[in-house]
């Protein structure tokens, strides 16, 4: 066989493999599907479509502050606040063990380095191996609400109260939809 029936015979089979490979990579999530080339696998709020919003976390988590979308942490940070419940920000709080674990795989499933979303892409991106605690201290959320792009006295307005408080200014807060221009400052 010569040269050229050789590498056109290695072309072909090339491409046939491909054509095998890429449609199943699809369906299972890979990428190269229609919709994950749009939404990678989540939805507008930010959420696998497997993972919809936790009814439970919103419950439980939502009685004393803001259900934060789990996509602002990576999922080390939720493990270590999941972990850190008998010493929760100044508080002592004792949790049903099952809604703890379906609570923290929530979280975990669908945090900041669990893939897909942009806003956690964008937040893993200079965080590197820091696993903190709170939103606001995160290098991203930080750069986007520094003082030249948002006055420090917007966090001491009543209706604002502090950075963590996101549903203040960003209304779709609650499914991940962090959108510059959809903010809209309280007075």
């Not at 674990?101 to 669990?114: H, R, T, V, W």
């Not at 963590?164 to 903010?183: I, L, Q, T």
Request: charged share 20%.
């Amino acid at each position: 066989m010569n040269h050229k029936a050789s590498c056109i015979g290695f072309t072909v089979a090339l491409v046939a493999l491909s054509c095998l490979i890429f449609p199943a990579q699809a369906d299972r999530g890979h990428g190269w599907g229609k919709q994950e080339r749009s939404h990678h696998g989540r939805g507008r709020d930010g959420y696998s479509q497997s993972h919809a919003p936790n009814q439970t976390y919103k419950k439980v988590c939502g009685q004393c502050h803001f259900a934060l979308p789990a996509v602002l942490l990576p999922a080390a940070s939720w493990r270590k606040i999941c972990d850190g419940l008998t010493e929760h920000f100044g508080e002592s709080l004792t949790m049903n063990p099952a809604e703890k674990m379906e609570i923290a795989a929530f979280l975990q499933g669908n945090a900041a380095d669990a893939g897909g979303h942009k806003l956690g892409r964008k937040i893993m991106r200079n965080l590197g191996y820091q696993t903190p605690s709170r939103v606001t201290e995160l290098p991203y959320i930080q750069r986007k609400h520094r003082p030249g792009k948002v006055p420090p006295e917007v966090f001491q307005r009543k209706s604002v109260g502090s950075m963590a408080n996101c549903v203040a200014c960003h209304p779709g807060a609650e499914k991940a939809d962090f959108n510059d221009h959809r903010v809209r400052i309280p007075d």
